[in-house]
């Protein structure tokens, strides 16, 4: 059975475990070889086989004692952006290089206690900077210095970022499941770049405690697995209020968003963005979105011709907005209380200067003058505070097409994955590629991508997007298209 132990998703891994088919140990050693195996993707900076190992016999003696979480004994790796009391954070930078937090980020430490076991901490891009995972600046496990992380459907593209370490791990077979974050796409893109299942929440059903902060007002973490059953078993473990750690979480209960999977889709009204198709989307996403929606169509959706006028705009209002909230954010990386420190330097102001300049990546860095410049005085009426204004307008305008519709679809990525190195450091044109991940995370939507076919050799995305609180909607709408299709089952050669 071990040879197919990573294939079995979460789901069945989860069912195997509880009825002794497998041990937890098994399940933990047969994913460890195989990271070990295929450590050339650069997926994981950090790896602790005897912690990993341990929790296993811990899970296994729950099951033994007749344990009924749903996640009992599961591997799942975590992106590098969660605090990990167990395992170093760095976040993708060398400013945390060396950190160890003193406790584990509440998404981390609800999925242990539904029972998942820790596999290790997932490559990402530089506090979470980036759309193709090549801004890291720490190692990889089986490496001496940093390397971006590659697709295994073909390693000489990106895997889509930030959380490209997260979906090269599920898509590999390295990992069951992973958690991701996404800001403005970072769970959604990568999982369509790699052919796996991911979503993003409404804004404030995850903890932001211990999510190392980039953008508070977007940031949101999600799981990413092979599906959207697996999905949806994982968020539910890592939903709910958590009120006296985070300020924004939500009074909502934790759900079970597994609840609705098997509802029929008769009569789902569907709306497609006519903006979601315009110039820049490759024929071959669009060819692949369109059968999915006519597979949808097949199983009793109806697709309504909508509108969402202000999607470009989405990308200067999310450029602007993101970059404010991280040069605050990131102000308290200044040598003082986290990770590295310069080692020489003239005085106190010097220091913080040194530091920062030798712990942080060009990415980081323009994002911080950027930030620094809209928030200052005579530009922040201009650009901040506009793009304040535009963001409501976004919001506004999903509203207006949720009036016509009970969810959106349309391709998650106006392309499929780029060439290591094809954007050769522009980094708009890595932004240009969020437009149509990014005016769902402005309006703090839940939105996922589901495999839904490939361009070539490379897999393509369709991203669904419900209004708040529509996750299991989402997930249901997910599930019925991957029980009548099976892109979400296909393995990249070799893995
Ligand atoms: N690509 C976007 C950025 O670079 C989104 C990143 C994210 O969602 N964390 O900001």
């Known amino acids: 059975m071990s040879g197919e132990l990573h294939q079995m998703g979460v789901a069945g891994l989860a069912k195997a475990l509880r009825e002794r088919k497998v041990s937890a140990v098994e399940a933990a050693q047969h994913h460890l070889s195989r990271i070990r195996d295929h450590q050339d993707l650069g997926a ?26 749903p996640l009992e004994g599961v591997p799942i790796a ?36 539904a029972g998942a076991v820790t596999l290790g901490k997932l490559s990402c891009d530089e506090f979470a900077m980036g759309s193709a995972n090549e801004n890291v600046a720490v190692p990889a496990i089986g490496f001496d210095h940093a390397v971006p992380v ?13 959380s490209g370490g997260s979906a090269v791990a599920v898509a590999a077979g390295l990992a069951p499941a992973a958690t991701g974050t996404d800001t403005g796409g970072s769970i959604r893109q990568p999982a ?13 059903r995850a903890s932001r405690y211990g999510m190392v902060a980039f953008a508070s007002s977007l940031d949101q973490a999600g799981p990413m697995a092979r599906s959207a059953e697996d999905c949806a078993l994982l968020l539910s473990a890592m939903c709910g209020p958590d009120p ?40 071959g996403v669009r060819a692949a979105v369109d059968a999915a929606l006519a597979q949808y169509e097949k199983l009793g959706a109806r697709r309504v011709e909508i509108t969402l006028p202000r999607t470009e705009l989405s990308i200067p209002v999310y450029y602007i907005l993101a970059a404010a909230e991280a040069s605050s954010n990131l102000s308290r990386f200044d040598g003082v209380k986290f ?25 980081v860095k323009r994002r911080i003058m950027i930030g620094t410049y809209v928030l200052s005085h005579g530009y922040y009426d201009a650009y901040y505070l506009q793009a304040q204004k535009v963001r409501r307008m976004i919001a506004d305008d999903f509203q207006q097409a949720f009036a016509q519709c009970d969810l959106i679809a349309g391709p998650a990525a106006p392309t499929v994955a780029w060439k290591l190195g094809e954007h050769g450091g522009d980094p708009v044109a890595d932004y ?51 029980q009548a299709t099976d892109w979400h089952l296909r393995t990249p050669a070799g893995f």
């Open 44 to 69: 994981f900076v950090a790896l602790d086989e005897q912690l990993t190992l341990t929790q296993a016999r811990a899970a296994d003696a729950r099951i033994a004692a007749g344990s009924a979480s």
């Open 192 to 204: 369509s770049f790699c052919g796996v299942t991911g979503i993003k929440p409404t804004y404030g």
């Open 339 to 363: 990770g590295h420190r310069a080692k020489a330097y003239r005085d106190l102001a010097d220091m913080y200067a040194q530091t920062r300049e030798e712990g942080f990546g060009d990415e």
């Open 432 to 482: 240009l590629a969020d437009i149509f991940t990014l005016p769902a995370s402005l309006a703090g939507l839940p939105g996922m991508s589901v495999p839904a076919g490939f361009d070539g050799a490379m897999p393509v995305g369709i991203q669904l997007i419900g209004n708040y609180f529509a996750e299991a909607k989402l997930l249901n709408a997910a599930h019925a298209f991957q």
């Open 150 to 162: 590659r697709n295994p459907w073909n390693t000489d593209r990106i895997p889509g970022g930030s």
């Open 78 to 113: 975590h992106k590098d952006i969660f605090v990990t009391a167990d395992l170093p954070t760095t976040a993708g930078s060398r400013i945390l290089a060396g950190y160890r937090s003193p406790f584990d980020a509440t998404v981390v430490r609800k999925l242990a206690e």
């Open 244 to 283: 006296e750690r985070d300020s924004t979480s939500l009074a909502r209960p934790a759900e079970d968003f597994s609840r609705s999977l098997g509802d029929s889709l008769d009569g789902l009204r569907i709306g497609v963005p006519k903006e979601f198709f315009g110039e820049g989307v490759a024929p």
